[in-house]
T-cell receptor, first 116, second 110 residues
């Protein structure tokens, strides 16, 4: 069974340019997460989806970040415009559980963004 | 607000040694605790998931324990190998949130 798939694995852009990351969760996993991981730190939640509904986007910087999961399967995270401080790894995760029980999380390989 | 701390931040041990990694959390109202492994430049790989009603979980040379009342979990690695070198993170879930520690970077010397 395929795991969580993310693309691209690496992206280098100039500041103020837009960038988008794509994630396909494990088949049947209704809950999808986008995390941000800075070097030497643990992942921090950006947004959590249950099916197509964003149930927690409190940590998403909405002035420049947006996300969608239109059909409740794959998801896209966009940054426009990118800033130097956005350089980080963007991780996607999925789980079977929903609500208060987050269940076991499964992560993709991540998308490493470098903003010059 | 839940806070998760992992000590030590880095650890270097000779091959074959048994070792313990620590994870502490401030709010005992958790649903589960998960241990992950992360290799450089890679995503997180799930190692063990302990539900709040459980005391421990085992997988091969790994054993994770959970003491909710004291806000602690330990990951025990038996007979460490160079291939165990990675960063180990714990994550605590509860109240719709999953909070991660910063991880312990482990280096096992051959």
């Amino acid at each position: 069974e395929a795991g969580v798939v993310q693309s691209p694995r690496y992206k280098i852009i100039e500041k103020k340019q837009p960038v988008a990351f794509w994630c396909n969760p494990i088949s049947g996993h209704n809950t999808l997460y986008w995390y941000l991981q800075n070097l030497g730190q643990g992942p921090e939640l950006l947004i959590r989806y249950e099916n197509e509904e964003a149930v927690d986007d409190s940590q998403l910087p909405k002035d420049r970040f947006s996300a969608e999961r239109l059909k409740g399967v794959d998801s896209t995270l966009k940054i426009q415009p990118a800033e130097l401080g956005d350089s980080a790894v963007y991780l996607c995760a999925s789980s079977l559980a929903s609500g208060w029980d987050t269940g076991e999380l499964f992560f993709g390989e991540g998308s490493r963004l470098t903003v010059l | 607000k839940q806070e998760v701390t992992q000590i030590p931040a880095a650890l270097s041990v000779p091959e074959g040694e048994n070792l313990v990694l620590n994870c502490s959390f401030t709010d005992s109202a958790i649903y589960n605790l998960q241990w992950f492994r992360q290799d450089p430049g890679k995503g997180l790989t799930s190692l063990l998931l302990i539900q709040s009603s459980q005391r421990e979980q085992t997988s091969g040379r790994l054993n994770a324990s959970l003491d909710k009342s004291s806000g602690r979990s330990t990951l025990y690695i038996a007979a460490s190998q160079p291939g165990d070198s990675a960063t180990y993170l714990c994550a605590v879930s509860g109240g719709f949130k999953t909070i991660f520690g910063a991880g312990t970077r482990l280096f096992v010397k051959a």
